[in-house]
């Protein structure tokens, strides 16, 4: 289908949900200078309406590319004397590394601040956390915030919001990177979408969508 044929039948989709008694037209053409750019986020965003005036602190600056394939974040991080826990080097394997040095926003959010008061799961987690501006990392965020976060205090855990990667046993997992002790880890933790959360449980997400 050609990109008229499918902004056509996109805007068809879009006309037959949109409750029109409650939405005066006129103002809209008229000031359609500033409405046109609100327009294009909410198609970006999956047409979520974005939710306006809370924002979350930025939790840490990252860069993705510094090291160029899976096997080159493996042996960086165990030079470094870091340990990658089995799962973690399965999904390793299949990540896809970015060839350009990219810098990435990361955000630390629990479930609650999400607005969430009952268990979710991971998906409606990451629906939710779009309409704030936040969406599921790249892959290549796990190894590479091990590689960066040097200073982990002991016992922190952060748990990486991304698509998830089938281990070798065939679970679906995200990575997280946690310190035990003077040891600092990459892991996994389960990334099965389905799966359900308290609203205390925390996610690190990136501010632009990658």
Same mark, same amino acid.
């Given at each position: 289908?050609?990109?008229?044929?499918?902004?056509?039948?996109?805007?068809?989709?879009?006309?037959?949900?949109?409750?029109?008694?409650?939405?005066?037209?006129?103002?809209?053409?008229?000031?359609?200078?500033?409405?046109?750019?609100? &327009? !294009?986020? &909410?198609?970006?965003?999956?047409?979520?309406?974005?939710?306006?005036?809370? !924002?979350?602190?930025?939790?840490?600056?990252?860069?993705?590319?510094?090291?160029?394939?899976?096997?080159?974040?493996?042996?960086?991080?165990?030079?470094?004397?870091?340990?990658?826990?089995?799962?973690?080097?399965?999904?390793?394997?299949?990540?896809?590394?970015?060839?350009?040095?990219?810098?990435?926003?990361?955000?630390?959010?629990?479930?609650?601040?999400?607005?969430?008061?009952?268990?979710?799961?991971?998906? #409606?987690?990451?629906?939710?956390?779009?309409? &704030?501006?936040?969406?599921?990392?790249?892959?290549?965020?796990?190894?590479?915030?091990?590689?960066?976060?040097?200073?982990?205090?002991?016992?922190?855990?952060?748990?990486?919001?991304? #698509?998830?990667?089938?281990?070798?046993?065939?679970?679906?997992?995200? &990575?997280?990177?946690?310190?035990?002790?003077?040891?600092?880890?990459?892991?996994?933790?389960?990334?099965?979408?389905?799966?359900?959360?308290?609203?205390?449980?925390?996610? !690190?997400?990136?501010?632009?969508?990658?």
């Amino acid at each position: 289908m050609s990109l008229i044929g499918q902004s056509w039948e996109l805007m068809c989709e879009l006309a037959k949900r949109t409750p029109w008694g409650r939405i005066e037209i006129q103002p809209l053409i008229h000031d359609i200078a500033q409405v046109a750019p609100e &327009f !294009v986020r &909410f198609l970006e965003n999956g047409g979520r309406v974005m939710i306006q005036g809370k !924002v979350f602190p930025t939790w840490k600056l990252i860069k993705l590319g510094l090291h160029k394939s899976p096997e080159a974040y493996a042996s960086v991080l165990e030079a470094k004397g870091h340990k990658i826990n089995k799962w973690a080097r399965d999904i390793l394997m299949k990540i896809t590394c970015s060839q350009e040095v990219v810098d990435l926003e990361l955000v630390d959010v629990s479930g609650a601040e999400l607005g969430f008061t009952q268990v979710y799961t991971a998906r #409606e987690c990451y629906e939710r956390a779009v309409t &704030f501006g936040l969406y599921p990392c790249p892959a290549e965020t796990g190894p590479a915030t091990r590689d960066q976060y040097n200073d982990q205090p002991a016992g922190e855990y952060r748990r990486i919001a991304m #698509e998830a990667i089938a281990d070798s046993g065939g679970g679906l997992n995200v &990575f997280d990177v946690y310190r035990d002790g003077g040891e600092l880890w990459l892991e996994t933790d389960s990334g099965h979408p389905d799966n359900r959360w308290n609203p205390g449980h925390r996610w !690190v997400f990136c501010r632009r969508k990658p």
